[in-house]
């Protein structure tokens, strides 16, 4: 058997395809910064932070609901039971305070704010870092930052991504 001679060639040192392959400009200077991509930077730390601050109410908002239907579910049973002996006279007070058990578990289960919480929290923090990354690098020489095209790209992509992953801030019944 004849061995396999495998040949590579690279795209960039094939001469045959040039006119096919984009080529870099070599007399391309990067991006330099501007003060317009500096208040670019600025309108993207104002709203980070406006979302953060929104994230945390909506997530103080879930954790108060939560407490407001999961803390009455667990102890009204408690209580129930503790009252056992003399509520077996009183049979409707009995089946009423079960009823109403099953009905906060079923609302905390179906709206399930403890998640919601945890999320919004969690998003909170993510734009409050974005926000503080963006003001350290604007805090920053002009010759000490990160090269504005890759930095632009690099916080735009990041700035998309949590704004398209985030949880909704709108307003209804069941979030």
Known sequence: MEPLEIIIE???NSTEN??????DNPDRREVLWEPRLETLCDKWHDDCLVRSTQHDAKAKI???RFATF????????LI???LSNILVDYPLI???????TAIL???NTFFNHSKKQTQHFDYSGKFFKLATEIE??????????IAADVYLERVSMDYNNLAFNAPPLWYSLAY
């Open 94 to 100: 009995s089946s009423s305070g079960m009823a109403l």
């Open 136 to 145: 350290k690098e604007i805090a920053k020489r002009k010759k000490d930052r």
């Open 80 to 82: 129930m039971s503790g």
């Open 70 to 77: 999961a803390l009455p579910a667990i102890i009204l049973p």
């Open 10 to 12: 690279s795209p960039r």
């Open 62 to 64: 879930h954790k108060r």
């Open 105 to 107: 578990t079923g609302m």
């Open 18 to 23: 040039s006119g096919s392959i984009s080529r």
